[in-house]
C-alpha cells in the first residue's frame, strides 16, 4: 500500500511538472485552465492525502514564486527525493518536513523581502516627499529668479540713460579737469606775483627799519617812529605867519630854511619851532634856494646880478666866483650830498641845460642838453643820487638823465603849467608840485603816477617841497603860510 502511495506521488509530482510546463509555454490566460485540472484531480481522487495536494501546492507556489524552469524545479525536487522513490511513511514524512522546512525558510525570505520592500517603499516615500519639499524650493527660487529676471531687464532699460549720464559726468570731468589746470598756472602765476610783492614788501620793511635806526640816531622823539603809510599823509603843520614860504630845504641838523620872495627874506625853524630871520636887500627876484652840508644857504635869484648867492650858517652873505653869474634865465636849484650845485636854465644848445658849480661858484660843467627837448623851458632840477639818476621838469614833462647828462626817456604831466618844480624821495620817488593846481603827484621811476597829494583842497598854491634824510615831505602852503609836513 505505502509503495503504490509513492508511485501515485510520484505520478501526481510529475503530473505536477507536466503541468507546470504547459503552463510556462502558454500565456498567461492559460492558467485559470490548470487551476481547473486541479480541482477535478482533486475531485475524482478524494483518497489523496491532503498532505500531498498541500506538497503540491508548495511546490507549485515555489515554482511560481521564484519563477523557476520545469528543469531546475524537477531537479531541486529530486535532490530531495534522493536516486529512488521512499518505500516507507517515514520517508514521506521526512520529505514533507524537508519541504515545510523548506518552505518556512522561503517564507522567511519572502517576509524579509517583503519588509525590505516595506523599508524601500518608506524610503522612496521619504525620498518623495524630499523630492515634493525640493520642487517646492525649486518653484520658490524659480519665483525669485523671474523676479530677479524682472529686476535685470528694468536695470537693463536704465542702463543707456546711465551711459548717457556717464558721458555728460566725463564730459564735465574734462571741463573740470582744465578749469584745474588753467587754476594752477593762475595760482603759479600768483606765487611769482606773490613773491615780487614779497620782494618789495621786504624793501619797504627794511626801509621802515633804516627810518626808524636813523630817528633814533638823530635823537627824534623818543626813537620810536613809525614808517610813512603807503599813501603820505599829513603829518603836522606850523604857520610862517607873516612869511610866505615861497622855496624851502633841510639841513643836517633836522632845520627848516625857507625862502620868502614877497618879503625877500629867509627864515631858519629849528625842530622846536624856534626860527631865525634874516633880510636880505641883494634879492630882486628869487625862485628857488637849497642848503649844503654844512648848513649854508643858497639862494637863485632871476634878476638880480649875481644870480646864485650864498649865505652862511650865522646869516652872513658869502663871496662866489663870478663865474657863478654867468647864466641865463635861472629857474631851478640843487646841491647833492657832495655839495655840489645844480642849476637848471636857458642859454644851451637847444635852449634848456643844467650847468654844475662848486660851493665857490665855479662853473664846472654843463648837463642834460638834448634834442628831445627842443626849447622845452627847464624849470626845475633834481638829483637821485641812489640810483644816479637826474630829473629835470618842463611845462609839459619830466625828462630822465643819466647821471653823466644823457638823455633816458620823459614821460607827459597830468598839467600844462610854468609854476612846477620837482624833488627826489629817498627810494627815487619822483614828486611835482603843481602850483595852479595845489596838488604835488608823485610817479616811481618809470612815470607811472602812484598818488596825488592835496586832493582835499589842504594846499593853497605851494611852490616848492623838500625831502629830508628820513623820507619826510615838506611842503611851502604859500596862501595858508604854513609850512605842512607829509610821512
Not at 616848492?464 to 604859500?478: C, E, F, K, N, P
Request: net charge negative; proline share 3%.
Amino acid at each position: 500500500m505505502k509503495k503504490l502511495l509513492t508511485a501515485l506521488l510520484a505520478s501526481l509530482v510529475l503530473l505536477g511538472f507536466s503541468a507546470s510546463a504547459w503552463a510556462h509555454e502558454t500565456s498567461s490566460k492559460k492558467q485559470p485552465c490548470l487551476a481547473k485540472k486541479v480541482t477535478r484531480y482533486r475531485h475524482h481522487h478524494p483518497k489523496i492525502d491532503k498532505h500531498k495536494l498541500k506538497v503540491l501546492k508548495q511546490f507549485k507556489e515555489l515554482k511560481n514564486t521564484y519563477a523557476r524552469s520545469i528543469e531546475d524545479a524537477r531537479q531541486m525536487f529530486l535532490e530531495f527525493l534522493g536516486s529512488s522513490l521512499p518505500a516507507a511513511d517515514a520517508d514521506i514524512q521526512k520529505i514533507r518536513d524537508e519541504y515545510e522546512r523548506q518552505i518556512g525558510v522561503l517564507n522567511e525570505t519572502i517576509a524579509s523581502d517583503e519588509a525590505q520592500l516595506t523599508q524601500a517603499n518608506q524610503t522612496i516615500a521619504s525620498q518623495q516627499q524630499q523630492l515634493a519639499l525640493a520642487d517646492d524650493t525649486i518653484a520658490a527660487q524659480k519665483q525669485q529668479l523671474d523676479a530677479a529676471n524682472e529686476t535685470l531687464a528694468a536695470l537693463q532699460l536704465q542702463i543707456p540713460v546711465l551711459n548717457q549720464k556717464i558721458i555728460s559726468l566725463n564730459a564735465q570731468l574734462a571741463t573740470a579737469d582744465q578749469t584745474i589746470i588753467s587754476l594752477q598756472n593762475q595760482v603759479t602765476d600768483m606765487g611769482a606775483t606773490i613773491t615780487a610783492k614779497q620782494a618789495e614788501i621786504d624793501a619797504v620793511t627794511q626801509t621802515c627799519d633804516d627810518r626808524v635806526a636813523d630817528e633814533y640816531d638823530i635823537g627824534l622823539a623818543d626813537g620810536m617812529a613809525e614808517c610813512p603809510a603807503t599813501e603820505p599823509q599829513l603829518a603836522t603843520s606850523w604857520s610862517t605867519d607873516p612869511l610866505y614860504p615861497y622855496a624851502l630845504d633841510t639841513d643836517g641838523s633836522g632845520n627848516v630854511v625857507i625862502l620868502d620872495d614877497y618879503n625877500m627874506a629867509i627864515a631858519k625853524y629849528d625842530s622846536n619851532g624856534q626860527s631865525t630871520r634874516w633880510d636880505l636887500d641883494t634879492l630882486q627876484q628869487p625862485v628857488d634856494l637849497a642848503v649844503d652840508s654844512q648848513g649854508a644857504v643858497y639862494v637863485l635869484d632871476r634878476l638880480a646880478s649875481d644870480h646864485l648867492q650864498k649865505i652862511g650858517s650865522d646869516g652872513q652873505s658869502v663871496v662866489l666866483d663870478p663865474d657863478s653869474t654867468a647864466m641865463m634865465d635861472p629857474a631851478g636849484l640843487f646841491i647833492d650830498s657832495q655839495d655840489n650845485i645844480y642849476v637848471a636854465n636857458m642859454g644851451g644848445v637847444y635852449g634848456g641845460r643844467v650847468l654844475v658849480f662848486n660851493t665857490s661858484g665855479v662853473y664846472q660843467k654843463t648837463l642834460c642838453e638834448t634834442a628831445e627837448l627842443l626849447y622845452e623851458p627847464y624849470l626845475d632840477v633834481a638829483v637821485d643820487e641812489q640810483n644816479h639818476f637826474i630829473y629835470v621838469v618842463t611845462g609839459t614833462k619830466v625828462a630822465k638823465f643819466g647821471i653823466d647828462g644823457d638823455f633816458v626817456g620823459s614821460w607827459p604831466l597830468q598839467t600844462n603849467s610854468k609854476n612846477l618844480s620837482i624833488s627826489v624821495g629817498r627810494q627815487g620817488q619822483v614828486y611835482v608840485v603843481d602850483t595852479a593846481a595845489s596838488r604835488i603827484y608823485q610817479y616811481n621811476m618809470d612815470g607811472g603816477l602812484v598818488y596825488t597829494i592835496g586832493t582835499n583842497n589842504e594846499l593853497n598854491w605851494p611852490y616848492h617841497m623838500a625831502v629830508d634824510a628820513l623820507g619826510r615831505i615838506y611842503v611851502g602852503d604859500y596862501f595858508n603860510g604854513q609850512v605842512k609836513v607829509y610821512r
